[in-house]
């Protein structure tokens, strides 16, 4: 399934530091509570209005890390149904010891106020939603909250949605094909025969020749080294490492001239 994928930068905080001197309140489980300062955070947004049904995937931040889950989005009553269920989502007074719920938003995109779909109910290690929406773009988070009927979301982000990028089924991955491998032949042989040929099917052959040939010569000699100098490993290993260099920089070559964006090294301030 196909979706229209936008960026959307929210002005959300991250905890920072402990608090070590809290007072003694009732309820209070003395777990430490972080405290937040402003940053800035990517949420991606998924256009749904085209598409019958979509399978989200939800993250969990540094205030939740263990916290993750999934989301299914579906047409329905002439808008949305959104049906989602979280795992490993700790009791919200963790977070803080002001908030005693979750709540989960759709974040428009247009600068549009985020709505509050609704309060996730924890069940032991599993929390659940069922709710619906008009709104044909959005990007969702879950955020700690001291009730169920706040307007806006709090500080205190502990889930966010991942879209997976889809992927292009004419294309072999290279780690669909897994290496057949023995004790006797060095790792470093390995290493540099998989980054040939990842290289390769980044389109290194036509985009990047020069550095890509470079890759296979060195290969072939650390192949022929290893073939004929059994006991001489620390030259093998070197000449199979030069050869892993040069495909990876044929790789990164070919994936810039043929426009392609970068996966192996994502922007920094990516979620």
């Not at 990007?139 to 889809?166: D, G, R």
């Not at 892993?244 to 392609?260: D, L, S, V």
Request: hydrophobic share 40%.
């Amino acid at each position: 399934m196909k979706g229209k994928y936008l960026l959307l930068i929210l002005s959300l905080v991250l905890m920072v530091c402990l608090a070590s001197s809290a007072q003694e309140i009732p309820g209070d489980s003395r777990v430490p509570v972080l405290r937040l300062v402003s940053t800035r955070r990517l949420v991606r947004v998924q256009t749904y209005q085209h598409v019958s049904e979509t399978k989200v995937d939800f993250t969990g931040t540094a205030l939740m890390p263990k916290a993750h889950g999934t989301a299914k989005v579906e047409t329905s009553r002439g808008g949305l149904k959104v049906d989602v269920r979280i795992d490993a989502l700790g009791p919200a007074a963790q977070v803080d010891p002001t908030c005693l719920t979750y709540v989960l938003w759709a974040i428009p995109t247009n600068h549009g106020e985020p709505k509050n779909l609704g309060e996730l109910l924890r069940d032991g290690d599993e929390s659940k939603l069922t709710t619906y929406t008009n709104l044909p773009t959005f990007a969702m988070i879950v955020t700690a909250e001291p009730y169920f009927a706040v307007e806006q979301p709090s500080q205190f982000l502990v889930l966010q949605n991942v879209l997976k990028q889809p992927e292009n089924p004419d294309i072999l991955r290279a780690d669909l094909l897994p290496l057949q491998m023995d004790s006797k032949t060095p790792l470093d042989i390995y290493e540099a025969r998989n980054a040939v040929r990842i290289a390769r099917l980044e389109g290194a052959e036509r985009y990047a020749a020069e550095p890509f040939h470079k890759a296979l010569q060195l290969l072939e000699q650390a192949e022929s080294l290893f073939a004929h100098k059994k006991n001489d490993i620390p030259d093998v290993r070197e000449k199979a490492r030069e050869a892993t260099q040069a495909a990876e920089q044929a790789r990164a070559t070919a994936a810039a001239r043929n426009g392609k964006s970068d996966s192996s090294h994502p922007p920094q301030g990516s979620p």
